[in-house]
């Protein structure tokens, strides 16, 4: 069964360093999109990513995050100087389409720990 | 603004009874909902959806209800085995946007043997 794939699974990083969260989504899925889910939170939406554009981000979002799909397979968060509250699991999703049902299959997630 | 929440926090029920998950929105214009499984140290895992012109839609032991009178949706899970012992979710998807999915707070599921 075709699946999401996060990498790294666990990254531990210092305040004020650069984070790049990897994601292989489902490889005809065209929308992709990032969530993320502070420890014991709800999972909360980041970004969605469509034709090698960002089509809607939430007010987390901001100029600290950066996403991009750098060689067709993969599609990338970035976290520019990370702070304590970064803190949270990401996960990954993609879907293939966007009306309809357009279901959202997630990664396991990349748990970001800001020290 | 848009919210969705859940009625309970935790559910502990017995292996074999059947389980109710309760969830709330408020957004009128969400035309999609649907609910997630997510096991611990897991992504959520898709369950069962439903567009707002249904109010039932059964899968293989669970059934969704919706409510839009008043902006209620339910999980049903017949049954109940310890496999299914997990975070539920429930989420709502707006009229537009690109499957931003809004996510309620969870029901934790612990099944007891």
């Known amino acids: 069964e075709p699946e999401v794939t996060q990498t790294p699974s666990h990254q531990v990083t210092q305040m004020g360093q650069e984070v790049i969260l990897r994601c292989v989504p489902i490889?005809?899925?065209?929308?992709f999109y990032w969530y993320r889910q502070i420890l014991g939170q709800k999972v909360e939406f980041l970004v969605s990513?469509?034709?090698?554009?960002?089509?809607?981000k939430s007010e987390i979002f901001d100029d600290q995050f950066s996403v991009e799909r750098p060689d067709g397979s993969n599609f990338t968060l970035k976290i520019r100087s990370t702070k304590l509250e970064d803190s949270a699991m990401y996960f990954c999703?993609?879907?293939?389409?966007?009306?309809?049902?357009?279901?959202?299959?997630f990664g396991e997630g990349s748990r970001l720990t800001v020290l | 603004g848009e919210s969705v929440g859940l009625h309970l926090p935790t559910l502990s029920v017995q292996e074999g009874d059947n389980s109710i998950i309760n969830c709330a929105y408020s957004?009128?214009?969400?035309?999609?909902f649907i609910w997630y499984k997510q096991e611990s140290g897991k992504g959520p895992q898709f369950i069962i959806d439903?567009?707002?012109?249904?109010d039932k839609r059964q899968g293989q032991r669970v059934t969704v209800l919706l409510n839009k009178t008043v902006k209620h949706l339910s999980l049903q899970i017949a049954a109940t085995q310890p496999g299914d012992s997990a975070v539920y979710f429930c989420?709502?998807?707006?009229?537009?946007?690109?499957?931003?999915?809004?996510f309620g707070a969870g029901t934790r599921l612990a099944v007891h043997p």
């Open positions: 989420a709502e998807k707006g009229s537009g946007g690109y499957n931003k999915l809004i």
């Open positions: 999703a993609s879907s293939e389409a966007v009306r309809g049902t357009g279901e959202l299959f």
């Open positions: 490889s005809n899925h065209l929308y």
């Open positions: 439903i567009r707002s012109n249904m």
């Open positions: 957004n009128s214009a969400s035309d999609y």
């Open positions: 990513f469509y034709n090698n554009e960002i089509s809607e």
